[in-house]
């Protein structure tokens, strides 16, 4: 946890921006894999993490901001259950940590809540565990079906505002994550060689992650099949001269993610047609960096990085034509399906939950119903303290370029001919994590090889 | 998946047996940790994989018995799920693989069971994720609070018959899974030594676990506090002197899992006191190996096992009075306060879902309610075909070691001014896996390090 004051500060924040209400912050529980009790790992809500820092299973959190009263409502062990478990922080500790002066047992919360909504509104934010709607759907009396859509967008909005800006001492959580990703990836691109599984390099990738003191951040990507974005390890053995794309993340023990991507040869050295096209991701990569500063429109820095794309693709006679043209008509995303980046913080895609329109975008920018455009999560324009990944690639994708074939479509930019010598290349895609400071953006974690002879040294220095 | 007759045969099997009724069975979906589509590993419900093999997310498969119906309910991906996700085998494909002959689209699964159940009775499992308990209440429009109450007995029974009975084939899938999880602990004794924390050593046991194909069969316990039974890795450093309990298993990618514990010494060797406790849980142990035989009460092969145990606490003067009477009293339970064993198979608690009182007990043999004895979760007659752990302890508890003392509890038979010397002791394990066979019982896995020489050789084999 961090200090007190940090727990403090965050409410008072919170208080001062909505003025009233009562808003109810339900902690996550464990969660039950083939059975109730044998749970995949604990996982605590990201919003409850930050205003409390209380990282166990089973409480809430409530403020009633206009009777300035704070509740940590849960259950102390029973002395049987001390005998099985150990130890354990009583909950008044843990409240009196975050400065939170009220804790009471888990039993009284619906009564207190059902009391509260008699009086005024009762806030939650959009609920993403099924066990979380159930609940809501008793405390408060609502159908399971009309949970989701009364969540609170005044609540949702105030959220997003304090915790897209980065506290410096966030910063330091994310750099170390970071880090460890990056250490993640050191030993990805010198052991996914041919004849391991990519399970086999994805297990260990996770243990360097848990021996980190936390987890992964998001399920790992380790595949030879780059072109596919939402792949994860296989059993599929690597070949020699596969190119594997490695897109992982270790999260710290408080919470807050890294998120990298490297691709690499299995084999000690790229092959001339893979280095091209690295090299022109490398291009869209670095130039989008380049952009990065307060007010600038993440929406731009992506179509740019989509255009440096298209050069490249020009240049390799796979596309043609006026490269802004192509970009505005969307030819790009026969290549690049997806966003150059999202926000990164106590969620590998922050704030997830609490949804784009409102993480991502704004009331007057609205997110872009387009192919490739739709899959862009952040749009709106950075501000100092934003923590954003940047990610471009190029995927050749063999049943798209089949299907937008098949239509001719975009037939002024595509170079289909050529393209169809790709079906079988991959994908490429290089990722990185930035803060948005006052005058450009700073790199999180250390450097870690992201150049061909880079790469090629790194793989190669054992 | 194995062939199409053994979920044929399967099937026939069940449908025999309960002769009439529709019977839902939920397949799991994906499960959200920090947002809905931040995944945990997906795992498949094992009584789904059971009847169908079928190891996705999203699909439910209902057997109407009267009208020989099978049918399977679910999507196939969109082209545009396709481009997102590569080529992935239709459900129809899956499908004829389990010799199912009918797919349905999931959107028509609601109104099939609501017009199913205006004929007749249809039967569900307990269902155990909050995601199925939604669903259920809206399939067949019962309410939440009601769901859990309305699964169908017959069913359990009908399931639990089966299931309990292993074939061959999965008693190979169970033979590979312990062999997983015995290269976990020869790692874990290997290389839990001072100065590496809990959580490092626990990672690196995931990645075998990952490594060999499936995952984790249960959370990892590795720990320097053994005495707590529920007590999961931490950020603790290992220290020069500690034991070691590692309780860990893999699981095959076909679901079936190993449960095996070792303890061990941090150090190069035990000491003589260490020694002394582990020479008597191995002794409990192995006479509980022994008397595994069709027919014989689980339950009397735990209070063997605690008598075993209670000769040897009577060695050391840490308990006294007559063995007999100290059992049936539950005197031993100051240091072993949980079951013998389990059940395992496609759950490492195998059906641990479906009920204690179906699984390790029967209409005549209830489940006892006194301290231990209700922790024992097996305590019916052994069957030809049950795969069981065996896993008899000593745990010095501090806080039970208090209590009891501060109310002189079992004073007979416990010589408190010695069990306060332990109070630091830990605690000791030692667990495998046994097939019951025709005439006794058979060990799952090939033999790993358990007597305390064995142990010491493996440890500074590297």
């Known amino acids: 946890m961090f200090?007190?004051?940090?727990?403090?500060?965050?409410?008072?924040?919170?208080?001062?921006?909505?003025?009233?209400?009562?808003?109810?912050?339900?902690?996550?529980?464990?969660?039950?894999?083939?059975?109730?009790?044998?749970?995949?790992?604990?996982?605590?809500?990201?919003?409850?993490?930050?205003?409390?820092?209380?990282?166990?299973?089973?409480?809430?959190?409530?403020?009633?901001i206009e009777n300035d009263e704070e509740i940590l409502f849960g259950n102390n062990p029973t002395p049987e259950e001390i005998v099985w478990i150990g130890a354990v922080t009583p909950l008044?500790?843990?409240?009196?940590?975050?400065?939170?002066?009220?804790?009471?047992?888990?039993?009284?919360?619906?009564?207190?809540?059902?009391?509260?909504?008699?009086?005024?509104?009762?806030?939650?934010?959009?609920?993403?565990?099924?066990?979380?709607?159930?609940?809501?759907c008793q405390f408060l009396n609502i159908p399971v079906s009309e949970v989701e859509k009364k969540c609170s967008v005044p609540f949702i909005k105030a959220v997003v505002a304090q915790r897209e800006i980065k506290e410096a001492i966030e910063v330091e959580q994310i750099h170390k994550a970071v880090n460890t990703t990056a250490a993640m990836h050191t030993y990805a691109m010198q052991n996914a060689v041919a004849g391991k599984t990519e399970k086999e390099i994805a297990g260990d990738l996770q243990a360097i992650a848990i021996g980190g003191g936390g987890n992964i951040s998001f399920p790992i990507i380790l595949t030879t099949n780059g072109q596919y974005?939402?792949?994860?390890?296989?059993?599929?053995?690597?070949?020699?001269?596969?190119?594997?794309?490695?897109?992982?993340?270790?999260?710290?023990?408080?919470?807050?993610?890294?998120?990298?991507?490297?691709?690499?040869?299995?084999?000690?050295r790229f092959t001339d047609l893979q280095k091209e096209v690295y090299n022109i991701v490398l291009y869209a990569h670095n130039s989008a960096i380049e952009t990065l500063e307060p007010g600038v429109r993440f929406k731009d820095v992506h179509l740019l990085a989509a255009s440096k794309l298209v050069e490249g693709l020009k240049g390799m006679g796979l596309m043609k034509g006026n490269t802004d043209e192509a970009v505005h008509a969307g030819a790009h995303t026969l290549f690049f399906q997806c966003g150059l980046g999202h926000m990164m913080g106590l969620d590998v895609h922050d704030m997830e939950n609490l949804g784009e329109p409102y993480v991502g975008y704004t009331d007057?920018?609205?997110?872009?119903?387009?192919?490739?455009?739709?899959?862009?999560?952040?749009?709106?324009?950075?501000?100092?303290?934003?923590?954003?990944?940047?990610?471009?690639?190029?995927?050749?994708?063999?049943?798209?370029?089949d299907a937008w074939k098949a239509q001719n479509k975009y037939a002024d930019f595509v170079n289909y001919a050529a393209v169809e010598k790709f079906k079988d290349f991959g994908g490429i895609r290089i990722e990185e994590d930035f803060l948005i400071t006052k005058n450009g953006s700073k790199l999180l974690g250390n450097p870690l090889a992201k150049t061909v002879d880079d790469v090629e040294a790194l793989k190669n220095a054992i």
């Open 3 to 64: 200090s007190q004051e940090v727990y403090i500060a965050r409410r008072a924040t919170l208080k001062s921006n909505l003025k009233k209400g009562v808003l109810l912050f339900p902690g996550n529980g464990e969660s039950g894999m083939n059975c109730k009790d044998n749970w995949y790992p604990f996982r605590q809500d990201s919003t409850f993490l930050y205003y409390t820092g209380i990282n166990i299973p089973d409480v809430y959190f409530v403020i009633d």
């Open 92 to 136: 008044e500790e843990l409240a009196a940590k975050a400065g939170i002066k009220t804790v009471r047992p888990l039993k009284e919360l619906a009564s207190y809540v059902q009391k509260a909504q008699q009086r005024e509104a009762v806030h939650y934010l959009p609920p993403y565990r099924p066990a979380t709607v159930v609940q809501i």
């Open 229 to 268: 974005l939402h792949n994860h390890a296989t059993e599929n053995k690597i070949k020699n001269g596969n190119l594997v794309l490695c897109d992982c993340g270790a999260e710290t023990s408080m919470g807050y993610a890294g998120d990298m991507t490297r691709t690499f040869p299995s084999a000690a």
């Open 364 to 401: 007057s920018l609205e997110k872009s119903t387009v192919f490739g455009l739709k899959s862009l999560r952040l749009g709106k324009e950075l501000q100092e303290g934003f923590v954003i990944t940047v990610e471009p690639g190029i995927y050749f994708n063999p049943f798209l370029i």
